[in-house]
């Protein structure tokens, strides 16, 4: 299945942001649109680590991270 015009920015810190919360696996729901397709992440609680001390976010500026907006997450879904 192919999805066109997914908005890099948001899929790569949507990544990000489920990995530092000690996710191993994701699945990705896909809902294809005439003008610009849509996925969906989904965690399930057993893709999650047992050991989230791994995973804690370590930034190198201390700079948080912009929260993502509706429209992000709208764009994800």
């Not at 294809?32 to 992440?41: A, F, G, K, L, T």
């Not at 370590?58 to 429209?71: I, K, Q």
Request: zero cysteines; aromatic letters at 6%.
């Amino acid at each position: 299945m192919r999805f066109r015009k997914i908005s890099l920015q948001v899929l790569i810190d949507t990544l990000t942001h489920i990995w530092d919360s000690g996710a191993d696996y994701v699945d990705i729901i896909g809902i294809q649109n005439d003008e610009q397709d849509v996925i969906n992440i989904v965690v399930q609680e057993d893709y999650m680590s047992d050991d989230i001390e791994e995973y804690e976010e370590e930034e190198d500026d201390n700079t948080p991270l912009p929260p993502l907006s509706d429209e992000d997450i709208n764009n994800l879904i």
